[in-house]
Structures are given as structure tokens and as C-alpha cells.
């Protein structure tokens, strides 16, 4: 019986759950394998582990022409400012659609999901021309000004969906003990949304972190950000894969790495945010 | 709720809003103005008004219509596929066992990981000469020679879609399984002391109870999907020979050689299918709340 019983759970636990990981890890693995191999054994028999394992490759991404370190500075700078400048935006919007029942709210939400639906290279030319105008091109809030726009719609209906779920009792209590509503979300809702703000600041920095299009764009030699950087590691005369998986492992850590501590919460937060289904 | 007229609410959303309308709505204004125009870079002397020619051109264009019909399965299978794993997973990752808390970080690592870098990998990993995706396919006997994946027109397709599934599963993982943690226990003790089978659990009370969830993350998703370039464009740019162009791709390829009227004409009428997705969507939506 206990036997049946464990064979039940690897067939229906185990079992899927190594499959999809597998699937899902593999690719990470096959890049810093491919990082790790000397370029010898990249262009040959194809080999699981490493035969001799070199670090040229890191080497190599930060002495080549390609300045990694400015670039990962850059992305810094871009992914904290559109996070803070995103982050406070759309909690106040949220707040707003929230809480008050006000004329417009339904097409002011609507026009929020709809920013969304206008493929990028639409926005590109035209954007190109104003932010030479605003005299802000190859500055960071370029990059700012246009990630937020699509962190936005997102960050908005999220954190809506988790203002929704804290009771109005809340605040009512609040207004009656002599807050008023500024008070009463300061000290009242903003604790609460605690996790949802940091689970929606996360998933801002990583979007604006990982963002191509606009980034290629609006930026120069001295600001672009990494993803631009990692493209130009491919060369007239092809790829240098050791070089551009190398690469790719050091875009990822710092993400990952805030991801892992994030991800609790995150998860928490989204669990907030779907408690009403 | 707050019913009584006041200035508050205006001015909490007005910073978004004020973003949104200089960042999108004049960028979109102005393309829409483009797509009637014959606008294109490489001959500025003969920009002008040309009311519908575009459109006329893009009904015309066997590229066109080829694209529609990629992008439709592009979005269909992409996102199909992404649900169907990413439920799996959810549901597998709502389930107790050791290590369960390292298991969900690190499954959810292509979510944080760059739409560029993401192409490329692949790329690498599809490689006719050296990838690995071939040699692992060789010692499963389930293909004999090699193939260059991303350079014949049939495996091309397959292959970027399998990428954006690979993409996609975790936030679709991520989404139901914190929606699966909000269903109320009771509920599934009731069903048992009903005798209700697990597959009858899924979907009478699992399926149910997270509808909401299940719609917003869907119509996100098919949403960014249907406009992703980044993953295709550094896979295979479109090709070969178009198999892999998407409107969104053949979009950029012809902003890329500065047709903006045309490729301005073609994205919104991209925009204008999006649209009659989300719409239905968001008439349902609203239609459930109170006021």
C-alpha cells in the first residue's frame, strides 16, 4: 500500500516536476557550460562537462572593446529610477481605481491596458524625436521615461487587484478614529501593501533590467545598458559564443540574485492580489 | 467606495496619466498620422498625404496576410502552450514536498532573464553544426542527421515557438500559483467527503475559483507575445524565407528599412486585432463589478 502510494506520488509529483525543470534549467546550464569551455572544445564533439575548464571568456567580456562594467552601471542607474518613478505613479493610480468611484475610471483602466497593445516599434520613431527635443536622448531617463510606460499598465492593474483586497473596513475604522484618507494610506493601506510593492518594484526593475528595444534606440556608446552590450558582442565575422555566454551568466546574477531574496514575497503579493477569484 | 464627487482621484492618477499620454499618445497619434502617409526615410522629398494607399498596399500584400496567419499561430501555440506547462507547474509547486521553496525560485529564472539573451541561447542551443539540441535528439533515436533548425523553413517555426513557451511557463506558474493559494482549503475537503475524483476537483472547484486570474494572465501574456520581437529577431530575424515573421517582426524589418508609413498602416492594424481581443475582455470584466 505504501509502496503503491509513493509510486502514485513519483508519476504524479516527481516525475512531471523533474521533466519541466529539466527543461526549464537546462538552457542556463548549456550557456555557462558553453562559458566555461576553452573555444576548442565549443567547435567539436559535443561535451556535457568540460574536458579543461577556462575562465578566458570572463576575461576576455571585460577587456574587450565592449565596456561590460559601464554598461551594468548603466542598467543599474535606468532600472532603479524607472522602478522608483514607476512604482509611484501607478500606486497612486491604483489607489485612485481603487478606492473612488470617479467619472472616467473605466476609460482612464482601459486606456492604461491599451497602452500596451501598440507594438514597440511604433512608439520607437516618433519617441526618438521627442526625447531629442526634451534633450533627454542618451540620457537615463530616456530609458526612464519609456519604461515606465510599459511597467505601468501592469504595476497599475496588479496593484489595484491587491488594494481591492484589503478590506474598506480598514479605512473606514481609520476615518472615524480622526485620520484622514491621507493619513489613513499612509499608515493604514501602505503597510499592508508592503510585500505587493516590493513584489510589483521587482518585477519593474527586472523588465526595465532586461529591456532591448527602446534601450538599442536611446542609447549611446557611454550609456548603453547591458542587453544593448551583448548584442554587440556578435561580431561582423559571427558569434563568439564562449565570449557572449560569459556575458549572459554575468546579466543574469544580479537579477537572479534579487529575485531569489524577492521571490517569497512576491509570490506572497501575488497571492494577495488573487484571493478575490 | 468613495461615490462623492471630488478632485482627489484626478490628481492620484494624473501622473500616470500625464506619462502615458506623452510617452504613447502622441507617439501614437503621430504614426497613425503616418500610416496615411507615404512616409518613407529613404526618399523624404516624396513624404505626403496618401489617405488609405497604405492600407489599400497592405491588403494587397501576400506578406501581409502571411504574417497575420503566423502571428495568430504564434500567439495560439506560444500562449496555449505556456498556459498549459505553467499550469502544470503551479500545481505541481502548490504541492508539499522537500525543497520546495529552492525548486519555485529557480523555476521561475527565465522570467528575469533578457528577451535578447534568450535568442541567443537558443540559437546557440539549435546550432546545425555544434548545438546541443541536436545531439541530444540523436542519442534519443529520434532524429538521425543533423538539422539546422533556424535555416529550414519547417523546424524554424516550431523551434522560436518552443522558445517563447520555454519564456513564457514561468509567469504563467508564478500568476496561478499564488492564485492557487488563495482557494480556501474547505473547499476541497468538502469535495473529498464528497468523493469527488481529483480530476472533477480541478475542474469544479480549482479551475473555478481562480477564473480571474486565469483571464487577466492570459490576456496579458497574448498581449506581450503577440508583441515580442526581441526573442524572434535574435533568433532568426524573420526568416528563412519569412517563416518565422510575425506582423510584430515584419513591423520592425520594415521600420528597419525606414518604410514608417507602411509599417506604421501595419501596426495598427496589429493594435486593431489586439484590441478586439482585450475589449470583449475587459465589457466582461467591468460587467462583474457592482457599480
Redo the contacts between chains.
Sequence with gaps: MKRESFLKQFVTLYLPLVLLLVFILFPFYWIFITSIKPETELYGAITYWPRAITWESYKNLFTTTVNFISAMKNSLIAASLTTVVSLTASTLAAYAFSRYRFKGRRILMAMFLSNNMFPTVLLLIPLYSIMRNLKILYTPWALVLAYTTFTLPFSVWLLNGFMNDLPMTLEEAALVDGCNRRTAFLKIIMPLLGPSLVATGVYIFMTSWNEYTFAVMFTNNASRTIPVALKSLIGQLGVDWGLLTAGGIITIIPVCIMFFFAQKRLVEGLTAGAVKG | ???K??I???L??A???L??L???????V??IRMSFQNYDLRKPKDIAFIGLANYAALFKDPLFWKSLIKTIQWVVFGVGFQFL?GF??AL?LN?S?RGR?V???????????????IG???R??YDG??G?VN?ILQKLHITGDNIAFLANPRTAFPAVIVTIV?QG??FFA??I???L???PYELYEAADIDGASPVQKLFRITIP?????IM?TLL?RI??VA?S??VIF?MTEGGPAYATQT??VY??NK?NILN?GY??AM??M??IL??SV?VPY?IFT?RGED?
Excluded: E
Design positions: 467606495m468613495v461615490k464627487k471630488s482627489y482621484p484626478y492620484l492618477v501622473p500616470a496619466v506619462i502615458i506623452c510617452v504613447v499618445f502622441i507617439p501614437v503621430n504614426a506547462f502544470i507547474l505541481l504541492r514536498f521553496g525548486v519555485r525560485a529557480v523555476s521561475l529564472i527565465p522570467w528575469v532573464t533578457p528577451g535578447v539573451l541567443l541561447m537558443w546557440w542551443m553544426n555544434y546541443v545531439d520555454w511557463i514561468p508564478l500568476m500559483l499564488a492564485a493559494q488563495g482557494i475559483s481562480i477564473r480571474n486570474t487577466i496579458l498581449i506581450w508583441n520581437v526581441d535574435n506582423l510584430s513591423v520592425f521600420a514608417l509599417s506604421s501596426a495598427i496589429l493594435a489586439l484590441c482585450a475587459l467591468f457599480d
